[in-house]
């Protein structure tokens, strides 16, 4: 590496090479440092915002040292790099998981003790970086941790939204959207404004033929936009490694603002331009599962994805390797099909710009792409309308129905005469407008097709997507169950949990291979193991009952069982049922005598998650639930027996803290809706039980604790059609249990029924979509079992003990070892041999 500088100018750089603190002394010198000089703050007037800006900088300094040598390193082996393109990367909070990758978290502690400030407190100070709506956005966050600890030469591609998810606030009982300006100070970032690209929209395409007599297509761009690069460093845990994350953020080209417009006094449309501009990057869309359609967030895939392969390319260029070499050097994945027209970019790259033929072109994307699927649900199967996108992006479309009449003369070669299936496979769907399908164009442009979980890999291969399997073959489409980064998830959220872990299995060595876990059994009979287990379960859920207590002034008992279920809010996840069978439960239990309710669990229904801003449904459903807590909370037969509270503003750095306080938590999805879910994986590896339906991850959580540690109740997949028709066909007969609560609900029991009208109608009257009424009756059956469980709390422990250690699959190092053995062809890169590391 040190080569790279020249020879006379080589003993005056390595001499002055920074090294980062290695001691507590020379940390807490960084952080005066930084408060004195880069934050300009007096050493007397230091609160916990300007140590938790300080002690953030020392450790970026430290990141980004390694950051440097990381990427020479990859540079110098001249290896295979993946590129991991996500719309959403949902990471949250950064020091403390900066801290404890780089192991000097008890170095901070103790520097910052002597500074005069406990680390707990600096940590809270930051502000999550939620650029994303849920479960996607959170496994590309896992996927980088993971692709760092395990040494995989990888970059993150994404966006750098001003705005990142909406904060919600509950306003009498409503979920209230407020802007979520995370920016004002970002010490995580590095702004690149060295490295731009231009980004062209509209315009046409000209065509002219050369000398050969073929046709060349030029698109001449009407307007163009400038991407700058903004790099976030991703440590890897125990490792020098620190990978890349780059979010491109949008500049208008001409500069700060028209001058010609500025000097005649237009001073408004002077600087319109460049608001349009920085327009695209400004906003997540804060849908989870669900496509809108929307001009600007086609304007911002394209964007992004452009500005990435024009940074990718760059990359490769300067190997000087011919184009066939690509897809030895590159990998990109393809996470859902928000990046999809990166494949008809390279193409046109490929063709347009570097004077490829096609099917040498072709042959190289699709060697270079892989994609995955995250959904089954129509709704959130991406189109673009034929209009739009040719307005946007005239050469696109054109090459897009070049890929399309190429891959459909391959269909029709193969499977002659079937024109139904040459309608149902054509990327360009024949309505009116015509549609793009994304989805299918993705397909058609990547050598391998994924889904999350072994369910959701099957139900693509037989339903969506079957035609395909018929005309690639079976070996395109394959399975990669999605797993989560121990990291932050065990080692982060519950610190004692991981440190009694560590205790009986030999170090932190699991938080690197988590089969590990698996030693934990040997202790299942540990009298002080058991009840240390307890104690930090215990302590979780004190935590957990303060902040409730601080935050919605409801007062639970942290000797109740916690009952969890915070995600999306959204139908298919069937919060209404959780939230139908806690009004069930009250009902029952002020059915009751007071001698026989004393015998009753004590329960604290806890929910969280944001409603998609223009979900009705999903708005309603957050209402019922704190319109129904509002009465159970302050009933006094009830007491403590059962509690229903809403946790505002659900997020990472709050899930940090939820998930490890749960005994129970909900993965209640109507079958074959949820593909995979990670939420369930980061509760049981937290020693938590789960509630749920055979759906997504779920089952093959089941296959791993086995059936005796989780209540699962409901219709399996395969049975959901015929109750779905069932439902149309006049014998629907709701469930009498829901029934009653429906009364209830319509009696103005949990305030104005017409509140909630449409959620039980939804169910009654309009043919229960979602099974809820099917599958209410097992449902509750199942949570008494969960309350006979819980009696029994030696019994319940030892659940806890032998779900835990069965989690070492459930590791995204697992699954980014199979992407990069079956999908991308990448190898981790020795770090050993490395001097500077
Ligand atoms: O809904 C799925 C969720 O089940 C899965 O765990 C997650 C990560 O694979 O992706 C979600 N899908 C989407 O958000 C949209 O496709």
New binding site residues.
Partial sequence: VEASIPEPQRAAWTKHQVGGFKDKDAFESEVVRHVETTLARSLYNCDETAAYSATALAFRDRLILEWNRTQQRQTFSDSKRVYYLSLEFLMGRALDNAMLNVEQKDLAKDGLAELGFRVEDVIQQEHDAALG????GR?AACFLDSLASLNYPAWGYGLRYRYGIFKQEIIDGYQVEVPDYWLDFNPWEFPRHDVTVDIQFYGKVLTETNDKGNAISQWEGGETVKAVAYDVPIPGYATPTTNNLRLWSSKAASGEFDFQKFNSGEYESSVADQQRAETISAVLYPN??LDRGKELRLKQQYFWVAASLYDIVRRFKKTRRPWREFPDQVAIQLN?THPTLAIVELQRILIDLEGLEWDEAWNIVVNTFGYTN??VLPE?LEKWSVPLIENLLPRHLQIIYDINLYFLQTVERDFPGDSDLLRDVSIVEESEPKMIRMAYLAIVGSHKVNG?AELHSELIRTTIFKDFVRIFGPDKFTNVT?GITPRRWLHQANPRLSELIASKTGGHGFLKDLTALNKLELYIDDKDFRKEWAEIKYANKVRLAKHIKATTGVTVNPAALFDVQVKRIHEYKRQQMNIFGAIHRYLELKAMSPEQRQKQMRRVSIFGGKAAPGYWMAKQIIHLINSVGAVVNNDKDIGDLLKVVFLEDYNVSKAEMIVPASDISEHISTAGT?????SNMKFVLNGGLIIGTCD?ANIEITREVSQDNIFLFGHLSEEVDDLRYAHHSGDHVVDPKLVGVFEEIENGRFGNPKDFSDLISAVRDHGDYYLVSDDFSSYVDSHAAVDEAYRDQEGWITKCITSVSRMGFFSSDRCINEYAEGIWNVEPLDTTKDKTA
Avoid: I, Q, R
């Avoid at 709506?133 to 996607?136: S, T």
């Fill in positions: 709506n849920g479960g996607l496994l989870d599962n859902d995250h959904t959130a999350v999605n949820e593909a995979s879910g990670t997504g």
